[in-house]
């Protein structure tokens, strides 16, 4: 395919997915603006990132210059950031040049193997969030109003060794029906070997196809699910220990209440669980509610407008802590001075907002929200779905964008005499009936039913809880459900 000429050409693509090696191919030196050169420039060498922000600058200008003159220009960087991008595509356009995005879609094994064969390897870690990000990059070029988007897959042929498994090399882990499910564990009956449990617990949801693990973040047992005395792990060591498996399971909280940090150093805690599982990261927020815990703790526990306004304003500091670079944040409600918070997540951290409140924990989560968890009954559901909706609308912000997951706790049996039986033990004083209905009771098939029922009403992921999980071999009736 030939391209215009001259235009501003802008590659998008993963380190080692090809990019210097294509546009040496196709254009002159001087038509290549790399930042990667330009750190060697300024700075010690290719690849020193002390150099970045002088890099950087430099490169602005002379895309500024070259466009200005109506040359051709090759913008040789990653390409993952939507904001650059779209500052090139504008100045292009004032230019009156047209402007051409090409990405480089090299299969992610190739990325890695070419990555690790180089004498200053990308961190893997890193590599996995560009990969991660490149993702969604052609959905988002998309968008932006590109004059011609070309993907170059030619990086497929080579044949590479083995690589090892690690999130982004993960399949997409859905039903049939298109939800992912995530395993919340909220209770941890481990007996003498608690380390042993849960590794056990992560590979065995691995293997059967979930998507990943929520575990709940509290500082006593709630009572809702068991009894004080009984273990309720802290949840981001625990997920530490996890992230040190060879999975692909997402890890999260489902839901850190910000009362009980800070939420700078929930922010400091969750990136560092990004960068340890390469990508795999995500965190539930909520507002908090349980005052025994904080009393208990040291904690204070203010009034609920104040712990709404700490949810909120924590999002928007865990967001900035996030963002590239180290400036002083004026955000709307949030000043910090700086923002330095390194390692800094593989890949953008998707935030869930839990908590169904109407008038406001709904409209933080349509504002800031990439998520919003909510309960999983149908007829509750679709009422709140429509309240975020409206306030979404409200705020102008595209709801696509703001996922609905629900927690589900379903009495799931191998039959449906089984599913009677856990019934029976576990409704306490409850009507059987009453018991069965609100749970659902049922074999995973009769779940799986309900689940494609979900994902028509726009659900996309299930946080699925087990009131009566034992332990890893315990999970292997779900497998129904996630075939
Ligand atoms: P590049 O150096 O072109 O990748 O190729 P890149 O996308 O620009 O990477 P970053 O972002 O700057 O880090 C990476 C390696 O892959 C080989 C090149 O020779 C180089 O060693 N390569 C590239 C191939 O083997 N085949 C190709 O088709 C392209
Ligand atoms: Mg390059």
């Known amino acids: 395919m030939r391209l215009p000429d001259p235009a501003l050409v802008v590659l998008v693509g993963a380190s080692g997915s090809g990019k210097s090696t294509w546009a040496a191919e196709r254009y002159r030196p001087q038509e290549v603006v790399s930042s990667d050169a330009l750190r060697g420039v300024v700075g010690s060498g290719d690849h020193d990132l002390d150099a970045s922000a002088d890099a950087f600058a430099i490169l602005e200008q002379v895309v500024a210059a070259r466009l200005g003159r109506g040359l051709c220009t090759v913008v040789d960087t990653l390409g993952l950031d939507a904001v650059r991008r779209t500052g090139w595509l504008a100045a292009a356009r004032s230019a009156g040049l047209p402007a051409v995005a090409v990405v480089l879609a090299t299969p992610d094994a190739e990325c890695r193997r070419r990555n690790a064969a180089r004498d200053v390897p990308v961190p893997a870690p890193v590599l996995a969030g560009q990969l991660k990000r490149m993702r969604v990059a052609a959905e988002e070029l998309a968008a932006e109003g590109w004059d011609v988007v070309v993907v170059d897959g030619s990086g497929a042929a080579a044949e590479g060794p083995p690589v090892p498994h690690t999130a982004a090399s993960t399949p997409e882990r859905r039903t049939s029906a298109g939800v992912e499910v995530v395993l919340q564990v909220s209770r941890f009956p481990w007996g003498e070997d608690p380390a042993r449990w849960l590794t056990g617990l992560a590979l065995e949801a691995d293997r059967l196809g979930l998507a990943g693990i929520a575990l709940m973040d509290h500082l006593v047992q709630i009572p809702q699910v068991g009894r004080a005395w009984e273990p309720i792990p802290e949840p981001y060591v625990t997920l530490g220990l996890l992230a040190g498996l060879d999975t692909g399971l997402r890890l999260g909280t489902l839901v850190t209440p910000l009362t009980l940090r800070p939420a700078g150093v929930v922010a400091k805690a969750v990136a560092t669980l990004d960068a340890l599982s390469g990508g795999r990261a995500f965190v539930g927020v909520g507002a908090g509610w349980w005052e025994r815990e904080h009393l208990g703790f040291g904690v204070p526990f203010p009034s609920a407008r104040e712990r709404l306004d700490l949810l909120e304003d924590g999002i928007e500091t865990m967001r900035a802590l996030w963002a590239p670079g180290t400036k002083a ?81 379903p009495v799931v049996g191998h039959d449906r005499d089984d599913a009677w039986r856990r019934v029976e033990r576990l409704r306490g004083r409850t009507a059987a009936a009453t018991y069965a209905a609100r749970h659902h009771a ?20 299930v946080f699925l809880a087990l009131a009566d999980l034992s332990g890893p071999e315990d999970l292997e009736r779900l497998a129904p459900l996630l075939a």
């Not at 009769?446 to 996309?460: D, I, M, Q, S």
């Open 329 to 409: 944040w004026e955000g709307s409600r949030v000043r910090l001075p700086e923002t330095t918070c390194y390692p800094r997540p593989a890949a953008d951290v998707p935030i869930v907002v839990g908590g169904s409140g109407e008038r406001r924990t709904l409209r933080i989560a349509a504002r800031l929200g990439d998520g919003c968890n909510l309960p999983s009954d149908p007829e509750v559901l679709a009422a709140k779905v429509a309240v975020l909706r409206a306030h979404c609308a409200d705020l102008g912000r595209d709801p696509a964008e703001v996922a609905v997951t629900v927690l589900d706790l």
């Open 442 to 461: 049922g074999t995973a098939a009769t779940h799986a039913e309900r689940y494609e029922k979900l994902a028509g009403e726009g659900v996309e992921t």
